[in-house]
């Protein structure tokens, strides 16, 4: 059996990303196309921040901008409590725009 990995699903032979059919997207949208799960992000940091509670009273989790500087990614990151790691004046200015404050960037380097 292929079995997909939440947030994929084929439902009758077709591709759906968070309950959403790729065929739609694509038609919506055209091609190509960069889908990104916002439930998938999410998930992901709140279970990476749990595993760190059990371990560590004070902690920040610093979301890397050279790995994505998707401005939505971004902003779900803040949203959730990340902050931003920076190295550039570009990945400032996407943390700010992100966050719509000058707060919770780091500058490294």
């Known amino acids: 059996m292929n079995a997909l990995k939440n947030p994929l699903e084929n439902v009758g032979g077709e591709l759906y990303i968070d309950g959403v059919s790729t065929v739609k997207l694509a ?49 779900i990151l803040h949203s959730e409590g990340a902050y931003v790691d920076t190295v550039s004046a570009g990945e400032v200015y996407l943390a700010m725009k992100a966050a719509s404050i000058l707060v919770k960037f780091c500058t490294l380097g």
């Open 27 to 75: 038609e919506t949208f055209g091609t190509p196309l960069y889908v990104i799960s916002e439930n998938k992000i999410r998930e992901n940091y709140r279970r990476l921040r749990e595993a760190f509670s059990k371990r560590y009273g004070k902690f920040r989790i610093l979301y890397s901008a050279k790995a994505n500087t998707n401005i939505s990614v971004l902003k």
